[in-house]
């Protein structure tokens, strides 16, 4: 299945024989990251296996959104607004941000008051963010048939263009000296005295004293090869694109039945608003305890699939040396099939709830792969096992929208710098050091 079509990026042809820091993804982690090292003076190379934001970085929903964060994110999502802000002027390349706000739908009181109660996290951060009854909804909607009690919404959320921007971005980290290679795997890191010295890719060594992962569904694999356990399991989520049309909402909005978002043009992304397709492979019941809390909240909208992902996860290498090839460049881009039913019924709700839709024609469908945490929490974080490696991984669904702030917050922690954010709820060790798991809601 064809993936979205994601703005050419040609990679550098000459691979630098020395760095400061190798970056391995090129998804919107992985090219924030770098963007924030190279204007920071730091020599920095971005390796990507395959497309520059070609997996889930492109095939998002594209909004960029504070609202129902986990709290733990709530701190770094604010500084990631910040940054959205200007970001078109920083890159000098259009990532098609609008801050033209998010409503999520309440359908019962009981639904208006946990957004209520969410909308508290927000306090002292003078973000416009705010409950609103049914008849401002209908005010804001005229003819819209959705039936609601009110919703949350929250003007200083706004959306961006998930094909436009991670190219942009690494763009703008090459226009600033950073090397940045496209089908370039790294095979693995190597060490000398217990510390990073450089890495191992298909196409030769880097030397560099320092290796920041950001290789997003691919990590666990990646870190397992040096014998370093990370919980990490896919979600794969359906998205369908439609032809531009005129009479919809400017605000993206999330209801029981339906995700959408304006596009830049004019036609709307649309996904279901709570289902998701989980394949069972082998990690799954590696780490079924671990996810096991997860599960339990959360079984009403997962649907647990077993089919040939299970074969293909169980026939990929878990051990290889690095003068051979390696599983990421067997597979270059994780381009599932989408669940047609889950993206057709939303855009069935859709219609029936913008009838100035009801014409509107299916230009493109693709799914994604998101990697998910056990906390639904990102890991972004060094590693006390292998001093000078770094990960940016598990954002669970909510890395678009914080991702320039959390290449922010990472290269301040390869610098030794002070954090933007207090870095504690993402740290790695969590996992391993005794710490209760807590998975907290986004209310």
């Not at 050419?8 to 090292?37: C, N, Q, R, Y």
């Not at 910040?82 to 609008?98: A, K, L, P, S």
């Not at 026939?315 to 067997?330: A, I, Q, S, V």
């Not at 069935?348 to 799914?367: C, D, G, S, T, Y």
């Given at each position: 299945?064809?993936?979205?079509?994601?703005?050419?990026?040609?990679?550098?042809?000459?691979?630098?024989?020395?760095?400061?820091?190798?970056?391995?993804?090129?998804?919107?982690?992985?090219?924030?990251?770098?963007?924030?090292?190279?204007?920071?003076?730091?020599?920095?190379?971005?390796?990507?296996?395959?497309?520059?934001?070609?997996?889930?970085?492109?095939?998002?929903?594209?909004?960029?959104?504070?609202?129902?964060?986990?709290?733990?994110?709530?701190?770094?999502?604010?500084?990631?607004?910040?940054?959205?802000?200007?970001?078109?002027?920083?890159?000098?390349?259009?990532?098609?941000?609008?801050?033209?706000?998010?409503i999520f739908t309440c359908a019962t009181d009981e639904e208006y008051a946990q957004h209520e109660r969410w909308n508290e996290n927000l306090r002292g951060y003078q973000l416009d963010s705010?409950?609103?009854?049914?008849?401002?909804?209908?005010?804001?909607?005229?003819?819209?048939?959705?039936?609601?009690?009110?919703?949350?919404?929250?003007?200083?959320?706004?959306?961006?263009?998930?094909?436009?921007?991670?190219?942009?971005?690494?763009?703008?980290?090459?226009?600033?000296?950073?090397?940045?290679?496209?089908?370039?795997?790294?095979?693995?890191?190597?060490?000398?005295?217990?510390?990073?010295?450089?890495?191992?890719?298909?196409?030769?060594?880097?030397?560099?004293?320092?290796?920041?992962?950001?290789?997003?569904?691919?990590?666990?694999?990646?870190?397992?090869?040096?014998?370093?356990?990370?919980?990490?399991?896919?979600?794969?989520?359906?998205?369908?694109?439609?032809?531009?049309?005129?009479?919809?909402?400017?605000?993206?909005?999330?209801?029981?039945?339906?995700?959408?978002?304006?596009?830049?043009?004019?036609?709307?992304?649309?996904?279901?608003?709570?289902?998701?397709?989980?394949?069972?492979?082998?990690?799954?019941?590696?780490?079924?305890?671990?996810?096991?809390?997860?599960?339990?909240?959360?079984?009403?909208?997962?649907?647990?699939?077993?089919?040939?992902?299970?074969?293909?996860?169980?026939?990929?290498?878990?051990?290889?040396?690095?003068?051979?090839?390696?599983?990421?460049?067997?597979?270059?881009?994780?381009?599932?099939?989408?669940?047609?039913?889950?993206?057709?019924?939303?855009?069935?709700?859709?219609?029936?709830?913008?009838?100035?839709?009801?014409?509107?024609?299916?230009?493109?469908?693709?799914?994604?792969?998101?990697?998910?945490?056990?906390?639904?929490?990102?890991?972004?974080?060094?590693?006390?096992?292998?001093?000078?490696?770094?990960?940016?991984?598990?954002?669970?669904?909510?890395?678009?929208?914080?991702?320039?702030?959390?290449?922010?917050?990472?290269?301040?922690?390869?610098?030794?710098?002070?954090?933007?954010?207090?870095?504690?709820?993402?740290?790695?060790?969590?996992?391993?050091?005794?710490?209760?798991?807590?998975?907290?809601?986004?209310?």
């Open positions: 299945m064809p993936g979205p079509f994601v703005v050419p990026f040609h990679g550098d042809a000459e691979l630098p024989a020395e760095v400061d820091v190798v970056v391995i993804g090129g998804g919107i982690i992985g090219a924030s990251t770098a963007l924030e090292l190279a204007e920071r003076g730091t020599r920095v190379a971005l390796c990507e296996k395959g497309g520059i934001g070609h997996e889930q970085s492109s095939r998002n929903w594209g909004w960029v959104r504070i609202s129902r964060r986990d709290p733990r994110e709530i701190p770094l999502m604010a500084e990631a607004l910040r940054i959205w802000r200007t970001m078109d002027e920083r890159v000098g390349r259009e990532t098609g941000y609008r801050r033209a706000g998010i705010r409950m609103i009854s049914r008849n401002e909804f209908e005010a804001m909607f005229p003819g819209s048939n959705l039936p609601v009690k009110g919703g949350l919404y929250t003007a200083a959320d706004g959306r961006a263009e998930p094909q436009k921007a991670a190219p942009a971005i690494a763009e703008a980290a090459r226009d600033r000296g950073a090397h940045v290679m496209t089908e370039c795997a790294v095979r693995g890191v190597e060490t000398a005295g217990g510390k990073i010295c450089g890495v191992v890719t298909e196409r030769g060594y880097i030397k560099c004293q320092a290796v920041v992962l950001a290789g997003g569904a691919w990590s666990g694999l990646f870190l397992g090869n040096n014998d370093i356990n990370l919980p990490q399991l896919k979600v794969m989520n359906s998205v369908l694109r439609t032809s531009p049309a005129e009479g919809g909402p400017e605000q993206a909005i999330w209801s029981r039945h339906f995700a959408m978002r304006k596009r830049l043009d004019g036609g709307y992304t649309i996904a279901s608003g709570h289902e998701n397709v989980v394949p069972i492979v082998p990690n799954s019941f590696r780490y079924a305890l671990d996810f096991l809390p997860a599960l339990k909240k959360e079984w009403r909208s997962l649907n647990l699939r077993l089919g040939f992902r299970f074969l293909d996860e169980a026939r990929l290498p878990k051990r290889w040396g690095l003068d051979e090839p390696t599983p990421f460049e067997y597979n270059r881009v994780l381009d599932p099939q989408p669940d047609k039913r889950l993206s057709d019924t939303a855009l069935v709700h859709v219609k029936k709830a913008f009838p100035a839709l009801e014409n509107v024609e299916i230009a493109q469908r693709w799914a994604g792969y998101i990697d998910v945490t056990p906390d639904a929490v990102p890991v972004i974080s060094p590693l006390e096992q292998i001093p000078g490696l770094f990960v940016a991984t598990g954002f669970s669904g909510h890395g678009f929208g914080i991702g320039p702030a959390a290449g922010r917050l990472m290269a301040d922690l390869v610098l030794g710098k002070t954090p933007i954010v207090d870095p504690a709820d993402f740290r790695f060790s969590r996992f391993s050091d005794g710490s209760k798991i807590r998975l907290i809601s986004g209310f």
